[in-house]
């Protein structure tokens, strides 16, 4: 049987999303955590500074290194990110776990600044993230591989992307905001047939959000 693009069946009768194909830890990440509604601060902070990491690179290379990522970065708890110093950045420098660039090193350390403002002024990272949502009557009636590469973006990520930039963020550019929004579940662009996106979007509706 020939399957629709953008889908593949690693052996276990699930369809999944081809870009995961690589290895085991790519679909576990897939089928329980892509897509999939987060509404907890530190898990949105950790992956708005992956995502940052990631520029240029691809989210395996970075996934792949993410526990060594959570042990240099306090586990992405910004009131302790806030207090790291030189001799921090030096020490992530000489981290061969990590991506070691200076620039994005000192980008997270200073986006764990804002995220402490940000949730003076909006209670929570995940009330102001979630406040950027989507109307599910803008996105598309089918989630083709043909459709969901043809979004690299959207309004809502170009918005979400020059307000975080206005509040003093870096490394958030929209295309960033936009694969932020798709992995933490604010868009659900699992493909059709893909065994995951019902599930996402069963999460989704059962989702309380603070907005």
């Known amino acids: 049987m020939t399957l629709p693009a953008g889908l593949f069946d690693s052996g276990d009768g699930c369809m999944r999303c081809s870009w995961c194909a690589a290895t085991p830890l790519y679909q576990k990440y ?13 898990r949105l902070f950790e992956k708005l500074c992956l995502e940052g990491f990631q520029a240029g690179l691809s989210w395996l290379t970075i996934l792949n290194k ?24 030096a020490r992530l420098l000489a981290d061969s776990g990590i991506v070691r660039h200076r620039g994005k090193i000192e980008s997270a350390i200073n986006n764990a600044r804002r995220v402490l403002e940000l949730r003076e002024q909006h209670g929570s990272l995940a009330a102001y993230c979630w406040g950027f949502e989507p109307d599910p009557k803008t996105r598309p009636k089918r989630f083709t591989l043909a459709n969901v590469k043809a979004m690299t973006s959207s309004p809502e990520s170009v918005a979400l992307s020059k307000d975080l930039k206005k509040k003093g963020w870096s490394f958030v550019g929209p295309t960033t905001m936009y694969a932020f929004m798709q992995a933490m579940g604010l868009v659900n662009d699992h493909f059709d047939g893909c065994h995951a996106r019902e599930k996402a979007l069963k999460a989704r509706a059962e989702l309380q959000v603070l907005k």
């Open 66 to 89: 993410r526990e060594a990522f959570r042990a240099a970065f306090a586990n992405f708890d910004a009131e302790a990110m806030v207090r790291f110093d030189e001799n921090d950045v």
């Open 30 to 42: 897939h089928d329980h955590e892509w897509g999939f509604p987060v509404t907890d601060d530190r």
